[in-house]
């Protein structure tokens, strides 16, 4: 059972970046696909985005296409998102999850091993 940890959550003012770190517990592994969900208050979760472990293809959500980047580095077993030109809506408890299906799911019951969830506030 690997778990994942995620970080670099924070508030930040609209316009702003901030980069998130979802680490894996295990020296080695093999994914089929990682990927990023969201949940805002009152709201249910979300995808974001995700990427393929071996062929680093990629996928994202309309809402955040051409401000998120979507990352992973194979040797440190850990997955990255880069979000720029944040906006108030995109104020989110953060989780990464590890795929159970080949390809690129977008669904949340298609993931599992979710991790903590990292806080994302972004301010007007």
Known sequence: HVQLVESGGGLVQAGGSLRLSCAASARTFSFYAIGWFRQAPGK????????????????????????????????????????????????????????????????????RNWGQGSQVTVSS
């Open 44 to 111: 249910e979760r979300e995808f974001v985005a995700a990427i393929r472990w071996a062929a680093g293809t990629s996928a994202y959500a309309d809402s955040v296409k051409g401000r998120f980047t979507i990352s992973r580095d194979y040797a440190k077993i850990t997955l990255y998102l880069q979000m720029n030109s944040l906006k108030p809506e995109d104020t989110a408890v953060y989780y990464c999850a590890q795929s159970t299906n080949v390809g690129l799911p977008t669904g949340v019951s298609e993931y």
